[in-house]
């Protein structure tokens, strides 16, 4: 199973989305220290996990997983959701953008579910604003 190709499916692109933003915005993957505790500073958290793998009913490679996508992104609290959902609408884009992908015989092919979500958060102590949506996927690893 190669999982660091399926990953990359998801946060390349993710990435590449966020830092054309001006100004752009920083995103943290997985085992990667996001912003301190009490950062005033809009980010966005991505994690990708990895659930069924090797699954033989999603085709004859060995290479197969389904997982989840969960993204969250944090704004300044205090100035209603505008910001938050504007940066919500990136998320979303690359997601369907992801969809959009064909199936050729090299590479990373990567399909995700209906996304769920937004809802939204805001703990009276923390400095920022959350937001958080989630899907399924399913990716096959080709080459």
């Known amino acids: 199973m190669n999982y660091q190709k ?9 990435l590449t989305a966020f830092g054309a933003l ?5 995103v943290f993957f997985d085992n990667i220290t996001a912003a301190p505790l009490n950062s005033t500073t809009e980010y966005v958290r ?6 069924l793998t090797n699954d033989p009913t999603l085709g004859s490679s060995v290479d197969n997983a389904r997982g ?10 205090g100035e209603g959701p505008a910001r938050n959902q504007t940066l919500l609408n990136t998320a979303v884009d690359v997601l369907e953008t992801l969809n959009n992908g064909t199936k050729g015989t090299t590479g990373t092919y990567l399909k995700t579910g209906s996304i769920d979500g937004p809802s939204f958060s805001s ?8 937001s958080r949506i989630e899907t399924s996927y399913v990716a096959t690893v080709l080459s």
């Open 68 to 77: 989840a996508i969960v993204i969250r992104i944090f704004t300044k609290k």
């Open 123 to 130: 703990n009276e102590n923390a400095p920022l604003f959350m």
């Open 6 to 14: 399926i990953r990359a499916e998801v946060e390349n692109p993710l």
């Open 22 to 26: 001006d100004p752009a915005i920083p």
């Open 46 to 51: 991505v994690n990708v996990t990895f659930g």
